[in-house]
């Protein structure tokens, strides 16, 4: 299921978020692929005006939690601040928001598959 976070999309920021199955519980294993799936629909208007999100469980641990990519090429955490803060978003508020709105779709999964 891996994806590519340098493909280029609308010209906006790509953000690969992989997943830790454990997120969703101790059989997060068996739900970590439908979860991303729909995490990543519900996240399509999330911060839209300036990036795009996948995400995808995240099996192999040498692979990096996050990768950042725009216009085809990958972006390191810095550049991607930069580009954050040129589109008008502080890095900490933005990273924050995130957090938050996964954490409402991680609990919402779980209330739902009980």
Request: hydrophobic share 35%; charged share 30%.
């Amino acid at each position: 299921m891996s994806q590519d976070p340098t493909k280029i999309i609308d010209n906006k920021l790509v953000i690969l978020c992989r997943l830790e199955a454990g997120c969703l519980g101790p059989d997060g294993v068996d739900h970590i692929e439908t979860f991303c799936l729909m995490a990543q629909k519900a996240l399509v208007t999330h911060e839209a005006e300036v990036c795009h999100w996948l995400l995808e469980p995240r099996f192999d641990k040498s692979l990096e939690e996050f990768q950042y990519g725009l216009k085809g090429k990958m972006l390191t955490k810095e550049q991607t601040k930069k580009y954050l803060a040129h589109a008008g978003r502080e890095w900490d508020n933005f990273e924050e928001k995130f957090e938050d709105k996964l954490t409402q779709l991680i609990n919402l999964y779980i209330a739902r598959k009980h």
